[in-house]
């Protein structure tokens, strides 16, 4: 005997929403499958999508300042004193829109010296 699926279609078609509901709630308990599994799965797929744009944010120079500094006025191409300043004044923002792939960069590179860094 083939299964008809005309048929079964035509069934659920004569079927009220709880018993349409009920059948559902059976067809998971005895598959052991989800029948909201797709729309979670195409929600976290949309929530991991990466941005476009990112900012680096210092949070702390640690240990060691002065390198700190330096590598913060080799990536801004601020002045020394214009540096400094934004390193104290951490957390601060080093760089702000920019592409992720650079946003990783800077930040492995600070925190090759110790400092403490975000991408936000």
Not at 28 to 50: C, M, R
């Amino acid at each position: 005997m083939a299964f008809d699926k005309a048929k079964f279609i035509e069934e659920l078609k004569t079927m009220t929403v709880l018993e349409l509901n009920d059948l559902v709630k059976e067809i998971e308990e005895e598959f052991g499958v989800t029948a909201a599994a797709p729309v979670a799965a195409a929600g976290a797929a949309a929530a991991d999508t990466e941005p476009s744009e990112v900012s680096v944010v210092l949070i702390s120079a640690g240990t060691s300042k002065i390198p700190v500094v330096k590598a913060v006025q080799a990536i801004t191409g601020l002045g020394l004193k214009d540096a400094k300043g934004l390193v104290d004044s951490a957390p601060a923002a080093i760089k702000e829109n920019i592409e992720p792939e650079e946003a990783e960069q800077i930040k492995a590179q600070l925190e090759e010296i110790g400092a403490t860094v975000e991408i936000k």
